[in-house]
């Protein structure tokens, strides 16, 4: 399990007992240059109580820090967890398990519970769909994803070389150009904690740089959205729709009340809701 941290404090360290599962597990914080003395303290108990930590010399985002995890670590399952976020252990086992029995799975994944300021469970496609990786990304950050097939790629990779962002989004982009398979957990595989509104101003702002850069360098998939299109199980209107909402977002990040909208209809999350 690899949990990148930049000043995180004491987020990390309920991420990592967020991992208490009842088999092997390997658990690597990787310091992302920190600044922060209160998160370089945590940092250093967690390694006093036997936790591996990787410090780095320089920031260099979360896909650098990850894929340093992913160097440091062995076992044939990989779980990115942010450091605010927070695992189901019983989960975690039984992600594993549909791996172990589905050998030809890229990841597994599962639906999700956003919690903090408010609560939702995001619900997560059981197949990967290249029409709507195209658009938008519906299978979240965390998943378990084998080895293999990450290594194979390199780990991860921010698609522009001028902006950090969107490294899960990219993956998810290169698995579904090679129209790889995976499967679903079934239920909520993790927690994503969710902060204060305004803190992902930046990253709307440089959206549309980050998918113009998305769609370069993932020419495959863009070359056959129209094919994607026919085969993708969407609603004829959500077929319509995601060109229009997704995409370079023009319209849901002009108008701030489209979002909201769509969780009140249900787009994207289970009917149980709690606040």
Not at 42 to 62: F, K, P, S, T, Y
Not at 133 to 140: F, H, I, K, M, W
Not at 196 to 223: C, M, S
Not at 237 to 249: D, S
């Amino acid at each position: 399990m690899i949990i990148p941290c930049f000043n995180s404090g004491a987020l990390v360290r309920e991420a990592v007992a967020s991992l208490d599962v009842d088999e092997p597990l390997e658990v690597v914080v990787v310091d992302d240059a920190s600044t922060d003395p209160a998160t370089g303290a945590v940092l250093d108990q967690l390694e006093a109580e036997g936790v591996h930590v990787i410090r780095q010399a320089v920031n260099g985002g979360v896909a650098v820090a990850r894929t340093a995890g992913l160097r440091a670590t062995s076992a044939p399952y990989v779980l990115p967890l942010d450091a605010d976020d927070l695992a189901i252990p019983a989960q975690l086992t039984r992600a594993a398990d549909r791996l172990d029995a589905d050998p030809n799975a890229a990841a597994c994944v599962g639906d999700y519970e956003e919690f903090g300021t408010h609560s939702i469970i995001r619900t997560v496609p059981d197949r990967l769909d290249p029409y709507r990786v195209a658009y938008t990304n519906e299978y979240a950050i965390t998943a378990l994803i084998r080895r293999s097939v990450l290594e194979g790629y390199g780990g991860w990779t921010d698609p522009s070389p001028t902006a950090r962002g969107y490294e899960d989004w990219d993956l998810w982009m290169d698995l579904a150009q090679d129209e790889r398979r995976i499967v679903h957990v079934g239920g909520t595989l993790y927690r994503r904690r969710l902060h204060a509104p305004g803190l992902d101003v930046e990253q709307r702002d440089r959206h549309a740089e980050l998918y113009r850069a998305l769609r370069d360098t993932h020419p495959r998939l863009f070359a056959h959205v129209g094919a994607y299109r026919r085969r993708t199980d969407l609603s004829t209107p959500r077929k319509l729709l995601y060109p229009v909402l997704y995409g370079e977002r023009r319209l849901i990040n002009r108008v701030r009340f489209v979002k909201p909208l769509l969780d009140r209809a249900g787009v994207w999350t289970l009917a149980r809701r709690q606040r």
